[in-house]
């Protein structure tokens, strides 16, 4: 076991990295929590309109953000190569990638009525979805940049500034969302305005502090974070080559998922609400993985630039036996002690509304307990494969099974056959246990092992291996 714990590639080396990352992404699976809390103690339709609102924002800037993450994987291996003076120029391509996409989802404001009307949902959150829809688009450059420029941390497996970064953003959300949707502290009573307007500025100050750290001197100097502003055609190509392939499979999963809670919507708003409660309770489980996934990709890039890959299959092998743990101990709460999770948001809502919400709630916890080890499985070994380059594999599976296995039998049952949510949620959990399936083999086919994303020479851009 203390073998285990101590060689390259083992346990302790994926704690380092993944630890604080989890840290980082707990603390925002938290905000979720609370947020989401806080609009529960003031108004249900609130609650009911975030969800679907928020997640729909989220899929339009989703092929951004994860096309602008994907720097990450390029910083990996060229510090892991050696070639450290690369890194700043792959940063600042991330940065010219972001100014544009931000402006991009600016022209979504005046497109939220038309969107909403189509969605269907019930009149009286309709206009509320509306209005946090259009203030999240102000996020869409801050959040885009963020994943850019937070991977000139995480790509060299500086984890714990990634961490403190995230925890001084989501402690102003958290300040700025008690003021803001209750109205204390002489702030005025803005609703879900307040929580959608508090989540813009932490991630505004997210952004600002992660480029403030990265133009330190010794960053300069070392990296290049300065030097390497110019647009460089070759190296942007690259990251669009085997970004854009990243974005796109994230945008699939999540639209895949937001279609799955708009068509839930159309059964009415107490299986909204009980969707609404399940899934951000996954998230204490869901996003800290998301943060291992992170870590998972930076040693495999960092150990295929260094021609390692065989400690890049072990240091994937670590992550996942550390996951699944997690997963299992997250599980059995789900199924032991739902109500451990379910009471705070319970705490100051009208016990004859919540309790046929806490009811369905229940159950559908029973469903996530289920598919959450499966879903450690596929968080680990997708971001494998992505750190190596694998990332058109990704797309193509995304694009064909969230669509077959989820969409489709989602739309079939809810609005042709008219069933209840529980069939709805079969069909999620049969998605995520088969991409754990897929990508486990995927893993183990080793295909992986010699492709790369950087250029083989200094400054070029021949082709690569894969």
């Given amino acids: 076991?203390?073998?285990?714990?101590?060689?390259?590639?083992?346990?302790?080396?994926?704690?380092?990295?993944?630890?604080?990352?989890?840290?980082?992404?707990?603390?925002?699976?938290?905000?979720?929590?609370?947020?989401?809390?806080?609009?529960?103690?003031?108004?249900?339709?609130?609650?009911?309109?975030?969800?679907?609102?928020?997640?729909?924002?989220?899929?339009?800037?989703?092929?951004?953000?994860?096309?602008?993450?994907?720097?990450?994987?390029?910083?990996?291996?060229?510090?892991?190569?050696?070639?450290?003076?690369?890194?700043?120029?792959?940063?600042?391509?991330?940065?010219?990638?972001?100014?544009?996409?931000?402006?991009?989802?600016?022209?979504?404001?005046?497109?939220?009525?038309?969107?909403?009307?189509?969605?269907?949902?019930?009149?009286?959150?309709?206009?509320?979805?509306?209005?946090?829809?259009?203030?999240?688009?102000?996020?869409?450059?801050?959040?885009?940049?963020?994943?850019?420029?937070?991977?000139?941390?995480?790509?060299?497996?500086?984890?714990?500034?990634?961490?403190?970064?995230?925890?001084?953003?989501?402690?102003?959300n958290v300040v700025l969302d008690y003021a803001w949707i209750f109205g204390h502290w002489g702030f005025p009573e803005w609703g879900i305005k307040g929580a959608a307007w508090a989540t813009v500025v932490s991630h505004f100050l997210g952004a600002f502090l992660f480029l403030l750290l990265m133009f330190r001197r010794r960053f300069r100097e070392t990296y290049h974070t300065l030097k390497g502003w110019r647009y460089d055609g070759a190296l942007f190509r690259r990251l669009m080559r085997f970004g854009a392939p990243n974005g796109v499979h994230f945008v699939l999963e999540i639209s895949g998922f937001t279609l799955f809670i708009l068509l839930v919507g159309r059964l009415g708003k107490v299986p909204l609400a009980a969707t609404n409660l399940a899934f951000n309770i996954n998230t204490l489980a869901f996003l800290p993985m998301l943060?291992?996934?992170?870590?998972?990709?930076?040693?495999?890039?960092?150990?295929?630039?260094?021609?390692?890959?065989?400690?890049?299959?072990?240091?994937?092998?670590?992550?996942?036996?550390?996951?699944?743990?997690?997963?299992?101990?997250?599980?059995?709460?789900?199924?032991?002690?739902?109500?451990?999770?379910?009471?705070?948001?319970?705490?100051?809502?009208?016990?004859?509304?919540?309790?046929?919400?806490?009811?369905?709630?229940?159950?559908?916890?029973?469903?996530?307990?289920?598919?959450?080890?499966?879903?450690?499985?596929?968080?680990?070994?997708s971001a494998a494969v992505k750190g190596a380059g694998d990332t058109r594999f990704v797309m193509w599976v995304s694009s064909v099974a969230s669509f077959t296995l989820m969409v489709i039998p989602t739309y079939l049952a809810v609005v042709v056959y008219q069933t209840n949510i529980y069939v709805s949620w079969i069909f999620v959990t049969v998605y995520i246990v088969t991409m754990a399936i897929v990508f486990l083999f995927r893993f183990r086919g080793g295909k992986w092992r010699s492709m790369r994303v950087i250029e083989m020479e200094e400054v070029s851009d021949y082709p690569v291996r894969g």
């Avoid at 309109?49 to 928020?54: K, V």
């Avoid at 989802?105 to 939220?112: E, M």
């Avoid at 509320?128 to 060299?156: D, H, N, W």
Wanted: proline content about 5%.
């Fill in 291 to 381: 943060g291992t996934g992170i870590a998972v990709s930076t040693l495999v890039g960092q150990y295929l630039g260094k021609d390692r890959p065989d400690l890049a299959e072990r240091s994937s092998w670590s992550s996942l036996h550390l996951s699944v743990v997690y997963m299992l101990i997250m599980s059995a709460g789900f199924v032991g002690v739902p109500n451990l999770f379910l009471n705070p948001f319970a705490a100051h809502a009208d016990p004859a509304t919540f309790e046929p919400i806490r009811e369905i709630t229940i159950l559908l916890l029973r469903f996530v307990a289920v598919y959450s080890v499966f879903d450690a499985i596929y968080i680990v070994f």
């Fill in 1 to 172: 076991m203390g073998e285990l714990w101590r060689r390259e590639g083992g346990y302790r080396e994926v704690l380092k990295v993944a630890g604080p990352l989890i840290l980082s992404m707990g603390s925002w699976s938290i905000l979720e929590f609370i947020d989401r809390m806080f609009l529960t103690w003031y108004d249900w339709d609130t609650l009911a309109a975030a969800l679907p609102a928020g997640v729909l924002n989220f899929t339009f800037a989703s092929f951004f953000i994860g096309t602008a993450s994907y720097v990450n994987t390029f910083v990996a291996q060229y510090d892991g190569a050696g070639r450290k003076q690369r890194v700043g120029a792959a940063m600042w391509q991330g940065i010219y990638f972001s100014l544009g996409s931000g402006i991009l989802l600016l022209g979504l404001i005046p497109l939220a009525p038309w969107i909403f009307d189509l969605v269907g949902h019930d009149p009286a959150i309709r206009p509320l979805e509306v209005i946090y829809f259009q203030i999240f688009c102000l996020m869409g450059f801050p959040g885009i940049l963020k994943a850019a420029v937070s991977s000139f941390f995480t790509g060299r497996g500086d984890t714990w500034t990634v961490l403190w970064v995230n925890v001084v953003a989501v402690c102003l």
